[in-house]
């Protein structure tokens, strides 16, 4: 079983910085592609930005140069640094990792979600 654990979350400023974590712990033989995805109330979850095993990285046109995601495979964690924050940035932010095993399809896996409150 894998578990993710996020952090980072709170209640800031318009224009200001957070940096959110997320660590990967368990069962974990490799894992293909981090990724962060947040939801507003009464929206649908979107992705936010990714990033795979490779060093590749994806952003939604909203958050592009504005937030950055970093992946440390040593210690399977995943970040997301989100600088210039506006009140319109979603409130709700989820981590998924993609994790292979031998012999069997990747599975994706969520965190429980980490609050971001922007204030204007």
């Known amino acids: 079983q894998v578990q993710l654990v996020e952090s980072g979350g709170g209640k800031v400023q318009a224009g200001t910085s957070l940096r959110l974590s997320c660590a990967a712990s368990?069962?974990?033989?490799?894992?293909?592609?981090m990724r962060w995805y947040r939801r507003a109330p009464g929206k649908l979850r979107e992705l936010v930005a990714s990033v795979t095993s490779g060093g590749s990285t994806n952003y939604a046109d909203s958050v592009k140069g504005r937030f950055a995601i970093s992946g440390d495979k040593a210690n399977n964690t995943v970040y997301l640094q989100m600088n210039s924050l506006k009140p319109e940035d979603p409130d709700v932010y989820y981590c998924?990792?993609?994790?292979?095993?031998?012999?069997?399809?990747?599975?994706?896996?969520w965190g429980k979600g980490t609050l971001v409150t922007v204030s204007s």
């Open positions: 998924n990792i993609g994790v292979v095993f031998p012999g069997a399809n990747p599975e994706d896996y």
């Open positions: 368990g069962s974990i033989f490799s894992i293909n592609a």
